[in-house]
């Protein structure tokens, strides 16, 4: 499969990077609400809450310009994804938005704080099982006719969208808890061990789950997979794969403190390049290429200068806000 290196292919590069930026920084954030019911009401959970408190709003930054971008640069995939995952985007913005004002009113409203923990936890579960569920919508395949969606409302609900969506849910929940392990101590940190146990373990069944049904999906996906020549590149995703999980296995046993997040996030990575195996070059498989959906040549050197500016200042503040919030969440609950 040869790679054409041109300004729309730059565009996709770019998209791409913009969705795994934002999946594994607010990816950490959500998996802490989806766990935050195990941590113990009071002090517990405060300071799980504070480990993202200083990161969790410019994270989502990257969630706008990976959505921006695709509506700028590849148009009619915009309009053909959005219509078909409506309900899902939707469900997913509003679970976020709710989660926000969640987590500034729990420290505001202390009367109410059980109903805002429980939001809060919601509203990240919610968005994780939708963006799941519509990574799974887009795999699956979507019905168009005219250069335009002609399914129904209820089309990106199947038992694959639902695999997918646990498995994102459950690899927030992986991110989440390794994160807390880096940034938390005692009693909390020993539960944040427990659950990345189990999150793992839930995770990688998920993951060999998804993996199995994927090529089931579509000729085209299992002539990728188990057919030369793509074999021999797709091959080594799983072995890699297996790699950083009996390495994300040994360092939760060993009591290691950074390495399981990063070794989960190697996991993040490894499933991305998966997810390119089987989808590039389409952005919605087997019917749109990303050169059939690129807007006009002018328009995307337009947004590249745009982009060349803007990307590199978000990368220097975020960079810098974790360099300046960096160590651990005191019992106090300041770093």
Not at 97 to 107: N, Q, T
Not at 143 to 164: C, F, H, K, M
Not at 315 to 326: K, L, S
Request: proline share 4%; with cysteine.
């Amino acid at each position: 499969m040869a790679v054409n290196f041109d300004l729309t292919t730059i565009w996709a590069f770019i998209i791409a990077f913009a969705v795994f930026a934002y999946v594994v920084m607010d990816g950490f954030d959500l998996g802490i609400g989806i766990l935050f019911p195990f941590f113990q009401v009071g002090h517990g959970r405060d300071r799980a809450m504070n480990a993202i408190a200083p990161v969790w709003d410019g994270n989502e930054t990257w969630l706008v310009l990976g959505g921006g971008g695709l509506f700028a640069a590849f148009p009619l995939a915009y309009a053909i994804i959005l219509p078909a995952t409506y309900p899902l985007i939707i469900a997913m913005l509003l679970g976020l938005v709710f989660r926000g004002v969640a987590f500034e009113f729990r420290w505001r409203d202390r009367r109410h704080r059980a109903f805002w923990d429980a939001a809060f936890c919601g509203g990240s579960l919610v968005a994780a099982l939708t963006q799941g569920m519509t990574l799974g919508a887009i795999l699956q395949g979507i019905t168009i006719s005219d250069r335009a969606y002609a399914g129904s409302w209820w089309d990106w609900l199947t038992p694959y969208t639902l695999l997918t969506g646990l498995g994102v849910v459950f690899g927030y929940a992986l991110l989440g808890a390794t994160w807390l392990i880096w940034k938390l101590d005692s009693e909390p940190q020993d539960k944040a061990y427990r659950l990345a146990f189990v999150s793992a373990i839930a995770t990688v069944i998920v993951l060999v789950a998804v993996s199995l049904y994927t090529p089931m999906l579509d000729t085209e996906y299992w002539r990728r997979w188990f057919e030369a020549p793509g074999i021999y590149f797709a091959s080594q995703v799983p072995l890699l794969s297996a790699i950083i999980i009996f390495l994300l296995f040994r360092s939760l046993a060993k009591k290691k403190e950074a390495a399981p997040f990063w070794l989960s996030l190697g996991i993040f990575l490894i499933g991305m390049a998966g997810l390119g195996v089987s989808m590039f070059p389409y952005v919605v498989p087997d019917t749109v290429t990303i050169w059939d959906a690129a807007a006009p040549e002018r328009s995307q050197v337009f947004m590249l200068i745009g982009v060349g500016l803007t990307m590199p200042l978000i990368i220097a503040y975020t960079g810098w806000a974790y360099w300046v919030f960096r160590g651990k969440v005191g019992h106090e609950g300041y770093h």
